[in-house]
């Protein structure tokens, strides 16, 4: 074996041994190497990779819960995933699974571009918002982390409950997660009855 | 058997036989259930099930390609999907299987609801535009099929150079698809050199 192969499987090897996997074993029906959240050993979240293939919930534009809104014809899209196993969970029992995982994608955002003249597309990855159920872990159950376009890992907001946590436990349909933006799924907490009291659908 | 329960596996039966089913068996890698399109016996074209769990490729939001404007402030959100297998084949060579299949969900939008005060995020299903590769059945083998939201097949625009044709000929990135609006693709397009030449990018 060469030196520079036999080094990089070393490298490969540490880099595997840093990360602190989650107390969860692949689950059934989950694509291969999905296993919830990792975490690096000081604590933060590893990017979550993979989740252009899993299970797309809704999408929105320029969506702002603030009174004051901006001005720009650039707004972001956000486009959120969550793991297959974690929407079938939801589809069956209206609630989520310990170590859910949902991952919301930031897009910059064009309107005149190629043959497009009205309305918008989206252009460029400019971030991602994580939200991890993790009741081991985080006391409050619930944690918030936000990553740069290619950022590795992320401590994430303050622990416990931060601004996010405040919103969430407050206004999200469904637990923690805004289920009434995410029609295909509202339907399924309605039928099934998880919608938290008091709070406003659209 | 009861008269009923043998009655329903008749029916199932026979709502089996009236699908005729694409040439191409179920693919390594594809979800159960997918196995490209698939046709009633008068042609057409069954509606896709399932591909709220196919890969998400982007969504825009009032897009459109025309000069005249609409002025509503609740313009149609449209999301895109492929089959896993299609995307996998598009990542390795940049171009797309025969047989793949275009989902373009359209959803009704709202700004204002629940906490939401600016922006726009999706509210109920109103159609489907489905996109369809198939070399052997379609002499010009991309073909164009419109769903309403609930609607089971559907025959489809004319056959032949009709103006969604036309317009995919003449402007897709890609072949028939509008690669230079799914950035994720794009950038392996660009690699794969697979864009058509004088395709216009944003």
Redo the contacts between chains.
């Keep these: 074996m060469s030196r520079p192969l036999c080094a990089g499987l070393v490298f490969a090897l540490l880099a595997v041994l840093a990360i602190e996997r989650g107390s969860r074993p692949a689950r059934a029906g989950a694509p291969e190497g999905i296993v919830g959240p990792q975490y690096t050993p000081d604590g933060k979240l590893v990017r979550p990779s993979g989740y ?2 899993w ?2 919930l ?10 004051s ?2 001005n720009s014809d650039h ?1 972001m ?1 956000t ?1 959120v ?1 969550v793991p ?1 196993a974690d ?1 079938d969970y939801f589809l069956e029992h209206g609630t989520w699974p310990d170590k859910t995982l949902f991952v919301l994608e930031m ?1 910059g ?2 309107s005149k ?13 400019m971030g991602l918002d994580v939200e991890v159920k993790d009741a081991a872990r985080f006391p409050d159950k619930w944690a918030y982390f936000g990553f740069d376009a290619a950022q590795p890992s992320s401590e994430g907001l303050s622990p416990g409950k931060n601004d996010c946590w405040k919103c969430h436990d407050q ?1 999200a ?1 469904v637990e923690h997660t ?1 289920v ?2 995410y ?2 799924l509202l339907s399924v907490a309605k039928s099934k009855k998880t919608i938290k009291e008091g ?4």
């Design positions: 252009r293939k299970v797309f809704s999408s929105g534009y320029g969506m702002s819960y603030s009174e809104a901006s707004l899209f486009n995933f297959p929407y897009y955002s064009e571009g190629s043959i497009n003249r009205h309305g918008h597309f989206q252009t460029e990855l206004n349909a805004f009434q933006f029609p295909a709070v406003k659908l659209p």
